[in-house]
């Protein structure tokens, strides 16, 4: 399943139902790809945790680095295993193309 974040306010909450989705399924895999507003989740200290645990769980985060650019967010203040793509909506629509479940919450 790819999951599509664009805003920062709805974050928390995909982000629980991603961990949901891996509750009824612990063989699914999940992307998160963050772009536009919701980049600014990846690069706040204060949510490190919630990144450890998606990272740790096996979902593949993504950032995408047309969005760090333009809120002017440096790559280096993502924590390693943060995967970064040129273009977030890119990645989405590949995904989709290859098959993959698409979520946006």
């Known amino acids: 399943m790819i999951i599509n974040v664009t805003e920062m306010e709805k ?3 995909t982000i629980k139902s991603a961990f949901n ?3 009824d399924d ?3 895999v999940i992307e998160i790809v963050f772009h536009a507003d919701a980049i600014g989740f990846l690069s ?3 949510n490190r945790n919630a990144i450890l645990e998606m990272l740790e769980s096996g979902m593949d985060v993504v950032a995408c680095r047309n969005s760090l650019v333009s809120k002017r967010i440096d790559e280096r203040s993502l924590m ?3 995967r970064i793509v040129n273009a977030g909506i ?3 629509l590949k995904k989709e193309s290859e098959g993959w479940l698409y979520i946006k919450l």
């Open 80 to 82: 390693d295993g943060v």
């Open 11 to 13: 974050a928390n909450g």
């Open 26 to 28: 612990p063989s699914a």
């Open 44 to 46: 706040d200290p204060g």
């Open 90 to 92: 890119y990645e989405v």
């Open 21 to 23: 989705l891996l509750k």
